[in-house]
């Protein structure tokens, strides 16, 4: 009797330590909470790696970023430089000795050069520029000097930063209610209004290095001084486009041309300029032609190559980007991946200059691959999760950003044999939201593959509901993604989180139909001229097969949510077909024509709306292209549900757009919600409007998928 009571009172026990810690649902207030973690940055002697670590605090709304170190060895984390409120730390690179990191931060109250011991302390302060526009900062091998990018008046010669910042103090007194006088376009970029004559440029700052501090030697230097040339190229690029030579002496550079074309080429032109400053020489001016795209210069550790990213047709942003060998030397070119049908977006070397560590997306997953230098096999290395090379420390060590759908970025070893070419074998060095997710069930992406149109092979992703149970039903949420050259990856966001959807109770359907990236440039180049045909028969044949394989999948009950290219798709499918309950529209297109006028980027549209032969293409000479696929011509057929978000500062497809759809859905009596966000772009960024966003998303698919 004594036995059988200890038996049901440690059952008792056991089942309310369950009931304790038992994992909860993950919610938008939760993806907030999620620490970001940068990309590492390697200490030369491969011991360390140190990152950023973003935090944003729902209850104080402030948001603080610092640095932290981990030891690679034995995965020890130090905190290097303590969270302040308001404070930003950020970009750390390493002095050639390891001894010192240097870093951008914002704790002087405007974004200047620091510099820490590797060992902690107190930080100290490199710069006082009068400019608060300091990125994608790099230390050169040799440790003589700083360079990072600041967006300065072209035509500004001495003293560079100073005339910027006094220009920029002239316009400001004038007031908003004056003008700005443009001769060319862009006018407005993405999410900015342009300012004439000003542009990023790469700084150089000289520096003096001892045994115990480190400090300025002499004035920054424009290296770009005079050239119409922005580098970075705005708004995405980032110090993947320069690098130093290990020697110091030398800088490449990728820069847009700045001239009447812009807005209509995809031209990016690689350079080559001594870091003292000169005149910056182009090193493929005998194998890229005119207007084509190349990008993400790289030395060699052994000094001899420069090592780009190169497209071959002029007009595709989208083209496959191959790699191209530049022997400094010679001046001669070779194409080192002309034969690999996968679009490279990011690469480093090898130490012994033999191999290249390539990032490229291979059906849905962004895989690393080893690429000889000598043969151009390619052989890869990691083909799970998303990862992004980062640097190879040793002749069988790489140090890289990890994550999945189920897990936010973290710093990762893979110890790999390029001589053999096995798969890398995997070490998580930090887990800096460990504790965190571990509250959480986050159920694993499955991946499948279906039949497009023309029994077209199409690949997606099915995730099942928080506290799957069999046996039951559950709705679906379908999610459409944008580009439309892009993909869903297996991969974290901090925007269309799918395990939002999920922990939600929704069964969650994700399809990459013709566009998508990863399954070859064919595939990626079918979308152009079609953007309703081929894609559209993709995306529904793909939810019927998912529908269809999963029993437990409610098909009486599908939502569908798109974004950009997918918020045109939701507006497309409201002409096309009422199989869904309700659909959710974010900065989509609704007036393909119209769009064209409105927009920024024009090379987007010259090619996405006529065959590839014919890019280039505008309304007024090829408008049946532009109007093929036209969602405002399908308006009479509208019927479902619909919810409507754009932002103000979206001038990639301006709210206008968004006001149009919002409109037909109002005039024609759909019930219908309009979601604006004034100051966003073309997503939702600022942490507060994220969680309004999830709200309202889910409150609409909850109110109208049980109806």
């Known amino acids: 009797m004594i036995t059988a009571i200890k038996v049901v009172c440690a059952l008792l026990l056991l089942a309310l330590f369950s009931t304790c810690h038992a994992q909860r649902s993950f919610t938008v207030q939760d993806l907030h909470a999620v620490k970001r973690v940068s990309p590492p940055s390697v200490s030369p002697d491969g011991q360390f790696a140190a990152y950023s ?47 010192y990191v240097a870093f951008v931060s914002t704790r002087s109250g405007s974004s200047q050069l620091w510099y820490i011991l590797k060992t902690g302390g107190e930080p100290v302060k490199l710069t006082n ?25 072209i035509d500004c010669a001495d003293d560079f930063l100073q005339c910027t910042a006094d220009r920029d103090a002239k316009q400001a007194a004038l007031g908003t209610n004056t003008g700005y006088v443009f001769e060319s376009l862009y006018v407005r970029h993405w999410a900015t209004f342009e300012t004439p004559g000003k542009h990023s440029h790469i700084i150089v700052q000289p520096l003096t290095v001892t045994e115990t501090t480190v400090s300025v030697s002499g004035a920054p230097k424009d290296l770009l001084s005079g050239m119409k040339v922005a580098s970075p190229v705005p708004p995405f690029s980032g110090g993947e486009q320069y690098s130093i030579s290990p020697d110091g002496s030398e800088v490449s550079f990728t820069g847009e041309v700045i001239e009447k074309e812009t807005a209509w080429s995809t031209g990016w032109v690689t350079y080559s300029v001594p870091s003292s400053g000169g005149a910056a020489k182009v090193i493929h001016s005998d194998v890229v032609p005119k207007g084509v795209r190349t990008s993400n210069p790289s030395y060699s550790p052994d000094g001899k190559t420069i090592a780009y ?16 060998l530049y022997d400094r030397t010679t001046g001669q070119t070779r194409v080192l991946t002309d034969k690999w049908d996968r679009s490279i977006s990011d690469f480093t070397w090898s130490t012994d200059s033999k191999y290249i560590v390539a990032t490229a997306t291979d ?51 893979a110890e790999v044999n390029f001589e053999s070419k096995s798969p890398a074998q995997l070490t998580q060095l930090t887990d800096v939201n460990g504790a965190l997710m571990a509250q959480f069930k986050l159920n694993a992406p499955q991946k499948f593959f279906a039949l497009g149109h023309g029994n077209t092979k199409i690949q997606g992703w099915t995730i099942k509901p928080f506290n799957f149970e069999e046996g039951k039903k559950y709705p679906v949420v379908y999610l459409i993604h944008g580009g439309p050259e892009g993909s869903w990856e297996d991969s974290w966001s901090y925007r269309w989180n799918v395990q939002l959807w999920a922990n939600k109770g929704y069964a969650v359907v994700m399809v990459n139909p013709r566009g998508s990236t990863g399954m070859g440039q064919n595939f990626t180049d079918a979308v152009r001229n079609d953007w309703g045909g081929a894609p559209f028969v993709d995306l529904m044949k793909g939810l019927d097969y998912a529908l269809n394989t999963n029993p437990w999948m409610d098909k009486s009950k599908t939502c569908a949510c798109g974004a950009s290219y997918g918020g045109f798709m939701i507006n497309w499918i409201q002409g096309q077909t009422d199989r869904f309950k309700c659909l959710v529209n974010h900065d989509g297109v609704f007036d393909t024509m119209a769009m064209y006028y409105s927009t920024e980027e024009l090379f987007f549209a010259e090619s996405e709306y006529c065959a590839i032969k014919d890019r280039g293409c505008v309304p007024w000479e090829k408008p049946e292209g532009f109007e093929r696929f036209n969602p405002r011509n399908f308006v009479k057929n509208w019927k479902t549900p619909m919810l409507v978000i754009h932002g103000g500062h979206d001038y990639r497809i301006p709210e206008s757009e968004g006001l149009s759809t919002f409109t037909a859905l109002q005039r024609r009596g759909i019930p219908s919600k309009l ?7 073309h997503w939702v960024q600022k942490p507060d409007n994220g969680i309004m966003w999830y709200n309202e998303v889910l409150g609409w698919i909850d109110a109208w998928i049980n109806k």
Do not use: C
């Open 675 to 681: 979601l604006y966000f004034p100051l966003e772009s």
């Open 53 to 99: 670590v973003r935090f944003w605090d729902i209850n104080t709304k402030k948001t603080t970023v610092h640095l932290e170190l981990v030891q690679i060895s034995d995965k020890k984390v130090t905190v290097l430089t303590q969270p302040g409120e308001g404070i930003s730390d950020s970009e750390p690179v390493w002095s050639p000795d390891s001894k």
């Open 309 to 324: 990213l190169a497209m071959d047709r002029p007009g595709l942003e989208s083209d496959r980007f191959h790699i191209n």
């Open 363 to 413: 059906v849905a997953i962004d895989s690393l691959f080893q690429i000889n230098v000598a043969t151009s096999e390619v052989t890869a290395i990691i083909d799970t999760g998303s990862n992004t090379a980062a640097t190879v420390i040793s002749p069988n060590t790489i140090i890289l950003s990890r994550t999945s759908m189920n897990s936010p970025s973290d710093v990762w070893k």
């Open 129 to 153: 520029y009068p400019t608060d526009d300091i990125q994608n900062l790099k230390w050169s091998k040799v440790g003589n000097l700083l360079t990072f990018s600041a967006s300065v008046y």
